[in-house]
């Protein structure tokens, strides 16, 4: 049987283990349903915001007609994905 100290539960968000007294999980900073439930339920169900860390990815290829173009926004702690969108274009832009 393991105690509180060492038991670890699973991310609604990221599915990352990690202590189960912990408030949020370190990998995604989603709310522990174990310690907050209604919390946890409200990011769930898109209510809150879960602290996500955008990175651009370019996975653009080359082939016989030209080049396919594949932008978006990976999040570096989860799996979450987004578009790019017309607010992301700046001065920091990615060049040709």
């Given at each position: 049987m393991t105690d509180a100290n060492t038991a670890t539960t699973l991310c609604w968000h990221c599915s990352e283990p990690y202590p189960i007294g912990d408030e949020s999980c370190p990998a995604c900073n989603a709310t522990n349903g174990n310690v907050n439930p209604e919390q946890a339920q409200a990011e769930a169900k898109g209510a809150g915001n879960v602290d996500h860390e955008w990175k651009f990815q370019d996975d653009s290829f080359d082939h016989a007609f030209g080049t396919e173009r594949v932008h978006y926004f990976a999040c570096a702690h989860c799996e979450a994905t987004?578009?790019?969108?017309?607010g992301d274009f700046d001065d920091n832009w990615p060049e040709d």
């Amino acid at each position: 049987m393991t105690d509180a100290n060492t038991a670890t539960t699973l991310c609604w968000h990221c599915s990352e283990p990690y202590p189960i007294g912990d408030e949020s999980c370190p990998a995604c900073n989603a709310t522990n349903g174990n310690v907050n439930p209604e919390q946890a339920q409200a990011e769930a169900k898109g209510a809150g915001n879960v602290d996500h860390e955008w990175k651009f990815q370019d996975d653009s290829f080359d082939h016989a007609f030209g080049t396919e173009r594949v932008h978006y926004f990976a999040c570096a702690h989860c799996e979450a994905t987004r578009p790019v969108e017309a607010g992301d274009f700046d001065d920091n832009w990615p060049e040709d």
